[in-house]
């Protein structure tokens, strides 16, 4: 099959871009810096490009070769793939936990999104002129602890996302991330730009992104001086987990992406350059936040309401701060637009093809059903704050969390490494060795082929499977 009966990206370049666009999202500049800071910064931060290289990139390659060899959403794509390479149809189950994963995931990246937008009329009114931490703080709380504000918020974004989808690949997603993502890019060095310039703590910041303290990543809120300190592999899984959100792998995203890609385009080049722009904006986004993080006395582990505390600081007090801080929070609501496209492409085209429904049918339908399951993140915040569902698991990282956090690290942190984890299975082993050389445009010897090969055969799912057993404790 050359082409999907959904269309095909009109050049390398497109299909670039709405991966990057896929990529780069609330993931880099929103929940980047936060889970560094509460993983204590730099060892973390190792640990995440670590993650990226030898796991997240080879990954990503497998996705794009699935997908383009598949030629439809994950489901079927897996389907019709585990029947070529003669084996049981069972390992659609990618496609599966991948189509729950994406809804659980835009269930509440639909929300913080719309914290987003919020901010933008917020900071065009001046809000934040002159604020210190402490007005901040307030202005945020204020925002969360409505669920009505929220819900508001929530559903335009949602509206948003269907609007596009529903309009197809050409029409909607192509001309969306080409006018989005190239301004994307610009605001973030200026921003970079200025903290490095008027923070005053630039180099405070830079120390705490690059300095590699393994102490405080293994042992969370424990100074080297204390000795009683306990033990967690907890850090190293978020680091990885942060490395699969960030790059959208794990779950079909890619790969969906990877099924409109022209038969010629060289699949190793693409993720290299997804990859290394997407990491690129994630450690920018740390320049820019955590020098404004000392520079005003700031926690660095504050949690997921650090970019919406730290920033308008930093926008109240510089000259012209009020349009480029509502320029700020524009942007970041389309990076994360861009990225919720990829959540809900992969269900829709899915009820395209096998459900026969019509592509606006379809983003309407999961669109309502995300929505609704977004309010349960809304009410995380305000009115079910105190309700944490699986309290029950004591001793377990489940037991104090809100539905929020529980779709948070139950998507980051197990389905999508597992995700991934047989997505590398199959490619490596499963798959056969023909369809997969062909796919990738091998020749033998290929260097870099052979590389690939060996990463995901062994160094993926060894990784993963290290990391988890680490996470339970077993290595303390
Ligand atoms: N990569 C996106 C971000 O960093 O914000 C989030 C995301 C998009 C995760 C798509 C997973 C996905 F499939």
């Known amino acids: 099959m050359t082409n999907t009966p959904h269309g095909q990206w009109s050049s390398r370049w497109i299909f670039i871009l709405a991966a990057t666009g896929s990529a780069v999202g609330l993931g880099n500049i929103w929940k980047f810096p936060y889970t560094a800071g509460e993983n204590g910064g730099g060892a973390f931060i190792l640990m995440y490009l670590i993650c990226v290289a030898a796991i997240g990139i080879p990954v990503m390659m497998a996705e794009i070769m699935l997908g383009r060899r598949g030629r439809q959403s994950p489901i079927n794509a897996m389907h019709t793939l585990a029947l070529e390479a003669q084996r049981h149809p069972i390992w659609k189950i990618i496609g599966w936990s991948g189509v729950v994963a994406g809804c659980l995931i835009l269930s509440f990246y639909s929300v913080i999104a719309g914290w987003a937008i919020a901010y933008i009329p917020k900071m065009a009114l001046g809000t934040f002129s002159g604020a210190g931490a402490e007005q901040a703080n307030a202005v945020f709380n204020g925002l969360i602890g409505d669920p009505w504000i929220l819900l508001v918020w929530h559903s335009l974004f949602m509206m948003m996302v269907i609007t596009v989808i529903a309009k197809g690949l050409e029409k909607g997603l192509e001309r969306a991330v080409s006018i989005l993502m190239p301004t994307l890019f610009i605001l973030l060095i200026a921003l970079v730009l ?215 690290y139950l998507t980051s942190n197990i389905m999508l490494p597992i995700g991934g984890l047989l997505i590398a299975i199959f490619a490596a082993w499963v798959m056969q060795h023909a369809a997969r050389r062909e796919e990738m445009g091998a020749e033998p010897p290929d260097m870099s082929y052979n590389t690939w090969l060996f990463l995901i055969r062994y160094i993926t799912p060894i990784g993963v499977a290290l990391i988890f057993l680490n996470a339970i404790g077993l290595f303390s």
């Open 194 to 408: 200025y903290a490095a310039f008027s923070s005053g703590a630039f180099m405070q910041g830079v120390q705490f992104m690059f300095a590699t303290d393994f102490h405080a990543l293994f042992y969370p809120g424990c100074t080297p001086e204390q000795t009683a300190c306990e033990f967690s592999g907890q850090g190293v899984l978020s680091a990885m987990g942060l490395a699969f959100f960030s790059l959208s792998i794990g779950m079909g995203a890619i790969m969906m992406y990877g099924a409109y890609l022209p038969k010629n385009i060289s699949i190793t080049s693409s993720a290299i350059t997804i990859a290394v722009a997407d990491t690129l904006v994630a450690l920018l986004a740390g320049l820019a936040i955590f020098p404004i993080v000392f520079a005003n006395h700031l926690d660095p582990a504050a949690g997921p309401g650090l970019v919406f505390i730290t920033l308008p600081i930093a926008f109240g007090h510089m000259g012209g701060g009020t349009v480029f801080g509502t320029l700020f929070f524009l942007l970041l609501v389309f990076a994360a637009w861009t990225s919720a496209f990829s959540l809900l492409e992969p269900v829709v085209a899915w009820l395209v093809e096998s459900w026969r429904m019509t592509r606006t049918k379809a983003a309407i339908g999961c669109g309502i059903f995300i929505w609704l399951l977004g309010l349960l993140s809304v009410f995380s915040f305000n009115i079910l704050s105190d309700f944490k569902p699986l309290s029950f698991l004591s001793s377990t990282p489940f037991a104090d969390q809100t539905f929020f956090d529980l779709f948070d």
